[in-house]
T-cell receptor, first 109, second 117 residues
Framework: LAKTTQPISMDSYEGQEVNITCSHNNIATNDYITWYQQFPSQGPRFIIQGYKTKVTNEVASLFIPADRKSSTLSLPRVSLSDTAVYYCLVGENTDKLIFGTGTRLQVFP | EPEVTQTPSHQVTQMGQEVILRCVPISNHLYFYWYRQILGQKVEFLVSFYNNEISEKSEIFDDQFSVERPDGSNFTLKIRSTKLEDSAMYFC???????????????FGPGTRLTVT
């Protein structure tokens, strides 16, 4: 499983776009990049997954450069309810999710 | 939207007692998981279960732990003799397919907070 590095914490204000970057220098050819969100005292929730280039859904966008050694989760116009921990996971052919410490996003009014 | 449910939401038990944590995965899912999160720490994988058998387990999942799918809807985690260090939030998750490749989407339940005194 590829090791991931992401900022420990980020602050933002309501209405701003937030970009959280994850480094995964030793990503393997078959690895996918997946982001989960976790609110306090709740289980993690799948946000988005991608392999290369850009993926967008109703919640977020995921940007993956050509070398795939990093990825950026983009949250447009955050609100207070986006305050959570965001996890970047990279891997393939495994039955388990390996969570790191994630990025704690705090959104202020 | 279908969701994973877990009962109880909070369980308090004394050290050495047996506990059973219950989960109802999403109905058409075939892969089931247990994770735990000690307060303030990472979410940790415990075990995965498919086709009525364990497919993978972590070092945490020792002989004190067992899982079972007693019927077509429930998935349980049993801790035979609880220790203080078993105090944590336990999350059940389910998926339509194996994690990995394009199948990383697991759906988590709200968790059971286990407190061992």
């Amino acid at each position: 499983l590829a090791k991931t590095t992401q900022p420990i914490s980020m602050d933002s204000y309501e209405g701003q776009e937030v970009n959280i970057t994850c480094s995964h220098n030793n990503i393997a050819t078959n690895d996918y990049i997946t982001w989960y969100q976790q609110f306090p005292s709740q289980g993690p929730r799948f946000i988005i997954q991608g392999y290369k280039t850009k993926v967008t859904n109703e919640v977020a966008s995921l940007f993956i450069p050509a070398d795939r050694k990093s990825s950026t989760l983009s949250l447009p116009r955050v609100s207070l309810s986006d305050t959570a921990v965001y996890y970047c996971l990279v891997g393939e052919n495994t039955d388990k999710l390996i969570f790191g410490t994630g990025t704690r996003l705090q959104v202020f009014p | 939207e279908p969701e994973v449910t877990q009962t109880p939401s909070h369980q308090v038990t004394q050290m050495g007692q047996e506990v059973i944590l219950r989960c109802v995965p999403i109905s058409n899912h075939l892969y089931f998981y247990w994770y735990r999160q000690i307060l303030g720490q990472k979410v940790e994988f415990l075990v995965s279960f498919y086709n009525n058998e364990i497919s993978e387990k972590s070092e945490i999942f020792d002989d004190q732990f067992s899982v079972e799918r007693p019927d077509g809807s429930n998935f349980t985690l049993k801790i035979r003799s609880t220790k203080l260090e078993d105090s944590a939030m336990y999350f059940c998750a389910s998926s339509t397919r194996l994690a990995g490749g394009a199948g990383y989407e697991q759906y988590f339940g709200p968790g059971t907070r286990l407190t061992v005194t």
